[in-house]
């Protein structure tokens, strides 16, 4: 009896040290804070662009009664087209469930916005998003364009290709290559993944400024350093339409 109960304190202890060894197995930093981005793609019937957007410019404020809304765009470049993209924010899980719920029961929105417009949308994608944590969501100065770059990186998580991208995305901020909006790690979707977000004043300023850091040595070095963890990347060009608060 006594080596049973030996052995089983020292399994008993063994197991209260485990949280502390795995612990430097984590994945990159810790999401505190509970507020998610949901990155929503619409596409359309090519015939019915048009009808789509002035419908919901028309009764957009039907859905933002109920949530908030960061930035709607029609797809200019990149992709798929007949495309709009749209970004919103909750609270956390429990906020988006009961935003979900009150948009069943309110009848206005079905009628005016949801119904007439489901016939117009070909098929719907749905990522949710952190914005990482060295990154918040910022304001561009005034109307322009908007470059979402999306980069599969290796699996691993933040924690084996966090910094070099950090350093990668703060140098062409840092020499005045582009204005940054945000960086967001995806939760739900496909893993590994990290959208930036870019605000360049036109399509031919973004064009000047990627020209100019593909010859600034420094971006060339840390962008070297970042792609030894990238699998694929893709981007497309946001134009905001009149009733994105992102403009």
Known sequence: MLVLRSGLTRALAARKLAPQVCSSLATGPRQYDGTFYEFRTYYLKPSKMNEFLENTKKNIHLRTAHSELVGY?????????????????????????????????????????????????????????????????????????????????????????????????????????????????????????VHVLWWNESADRRAAGRHQSHEDPRVVAAVRESVNFLESQQNMLLIPTSFSPLK
């Not at 919103?88 to 009150?102: I, L, M």
């Not at 309110?106 to 990154?135: F, G, H, M, R």
């Open 73 to 193: 765009w029609s797809v200019e470049f990149g992709g798929t087209m007949n495309k709009v993209f749209h970004i919103w924010k909750y609270d956390n899980f429990g906020h988006r469930t009961e935003v979900r719920k009150a948009l069943a029961k309110d009848k206005e929105w079905q009628e005016q916005y949801l119904i007439p417009n489901l016939a117009l949308i070909d098929k719907q994608e749905s990522e949710i998003t952190y914005l990482v944590p060295w990154c918040k969501l910022e304001k561009p100065p005034k109307e322009g364009v908007y470059e979402l770059a999306t980069f599969q990186m290796k699996p691993g998580g933040p924690a084996l290709w966090g910094d070099p991208f950090k350093r990668a995305v703060h140098t062409h901020v840092n020499r005045g290559y582009t204005k940054l909006v945000g960086v967001f790690h995806a939760e739900y979707g496909a893993l590994n993944r």
